[in-house]
């Protein structure tokens, strides 16, 4: 848990917050239904997630450009 809550200040946007929390908890059942299978699906839909996914300004969450 306190890795967690230092976690969310080094975030360089407010919105990916959000979907951390969301991807989290969705790892978090995944793991709990699929063991190590789930843990590792998890993590690559994480991932991928990071990846693909744009914020509500267009800009993908994975870019650390300051405004």
Excluded at 16 to 26: D, I, P, S, T
Excluded at 39 to 62: D, E, M, P, Q, W
Aim: proline share 1%.
């Amino acid at each position: 848990m306190a890795f967690v809550a230092v976690a969310n200040y080094t975030q360089p946007n407010f919105e990916l917050g959000y979907a951390l929390k969301f991807m989290r908890l969705m790892l978090l059942v995944l793991t709990s239904l699929f063991n190590l299978y789930g843990f590792a699906a998890g993590c690559i839909l994480v991932l991928c997630f990071l990846a693909f996914n744009k914020t509500l300004s267009g800009r993908n969450y994975l870019n650390v450009k300051m405004n």
